[in-house]
């Protein structure tokens, strides 16, 4: 049986504990609104992206560009995004159970955070790149990474690019989510994703109508537009995709920290609770004692 001491020792320490969980809880509270911010705002802009792509596809006869390229030569190139540190919940692992259940043996891989890399390079999967971002990110810092994946792509070593993530729904539900990002498929351009415009629509709904309705002039030719605006369509598909993921870890460790918090806090008290229990049982067996010496002096 543990005595006073020691679980006066316990008691501090959970304490210790909860306050340390209490302030991890605050920070990504707060860590976690401005993500959630910056991934709702890019929201509308990617919807709108789609509806141009969508009008400019249905105004041009044999629509071709690298980036709508099919080839059935090539290997899989596949960026997981995952996150620096721990303590987020079963974010990670949910993460890497989706991408072992629907990405083939023969991918190679890139990553952003170092949780999921290191969980890649252990299972010997090649690994071309990796990258570290900072909070707030910024368009600049995803330019690299789209530039890296379309350039492996338009080198013809790989025949499709897909991103695994976890995709923000809401405060309390985060998923595991694959997206195809090259080549891009014209069919589905109008469709809306989760990640692109959650509370829109359901993934597969199309708005392919409401694209048509609006009269596009494209200056100095569709051809010209669709050039410049395919890079930019996937570059920023890529910085949504980081900034949901982002918004998702945050989210996910404000949970954890505050599960963690009751727990210790629920602990402390039974600490506490046994404390008493032993104070007092030591008390009593000392009011025994001494009743029994005077008992034995008379």
Known sequence: MANLKDIRRRIKSVNNTAQITKAMQMVAAAKM??????????????????????????????????????????????????????????????????????????????????????????????????????????????????????????????????????????????????SQLLPIDPSKLAEKKDYEGVGKGKVGETNTAEALEKEYTFEPNANEVLNALLPQYVGFQVYQMIVEARASEHSARMIAMNAATDNANKLAKELKLEYNKLRQAAITAELLEITTAMKALE
């Open 33 to 178: 609104k401005k993500a959630q911010n910056q991934a709702i705002a890019g929201r509308e802009y990617a919807d709108r992206m789609n509806l141009v792509l969508t009008n400019l596809k249905a105004n041009m006869e044999g629509l071709a560009h690298p980036y709508l390229e099919v080839r059935d030569e090539g290997k899989h190139l596949v960026l997981v995004i995952s996150t620096d540190k721990g303590l987020c919940g079963g974010i990670n692992t949910n993460l890497l159970k989706k991408v072992h259940k629907e990405i083939t043996d023969e991918a190679d891989y890139s990553t952003v955070g170092k949780k999921l890399r290191d969980q890649i390079q252990k299972a010997g999967k090649d690994l071309l790149e990796h990258y570290s971002l900072e909070d707030p990110i910024s368009f600049a810092d995803v330019k690299p990474i789209a530039k890296h994946l379309t350039d492996q792509y338009l080198s013809g070593t790989y025949n499709k690019v897909s991103v695994c993530f976890t995709n923000y729904i809401s405060t309390m539900v985060q998923e595991p989510h694959v």
